[in-house]
Nanobody, 128 residues
């Protein structure tokens, strides 16, 4: 069984940094595709893909975070990370870690339906 638990969220001023962690249980990093999504609480809009990391260590990023966010993994610690620098108020959202046990095609990396397992989320609030 797969479990994902996010941590590291909090409140920060614009221009600051945060590091999110996703502790994983039952994830086979040699096969899985992983991602970070975010969603603004109370809004009906779909969850937005922030970053993805596939088993070949290839990464993709949303245009809005390119150059500011970095996704990485530590397989030995069964943990994913999202380093967020130069944070902006528009980065305020609940951030979710997600996992697919299979290879996700590049064309489908940004779709929340491509991922089977989800964490409970961690809130990030950026004030101006």
């Amino acid at each position: 069984q797969v479990h994902l638990v996010e941590s590291g969220g909090g409140s920060v001023q614009a221009g600051g940094s945060l590091r999110l962690s996703c502790a994983t249980l039952g994830v086979d990093y040699s096969r899985s595709s992983m991602a970070w999504f975010r969603q603004i609480p109370g809004q009906e809009r779909e969850r937005e893909m922030v970053a993805t990391l596939r088993r070949d260590d290839s990464t993709t990023y949303a245009n809005s975070v390119k150059g500011r966010f970095t996704m990485s993994k530590d397989s030995a610690k069964n943990t994913l990370y999202l380093n967020m620098d130069s944070l902006k108020p528009e980065d305020t959202a609940m951030y979710y870690c997600a996992s697919s046990p299979e290879w996700v095609l590049r064309s489908r990396l940004g779709l929340s339906t491509s991922y089977t397992y989800w964490g409970q989320g961690t809130q990030v609030t950026v004030s101006s």
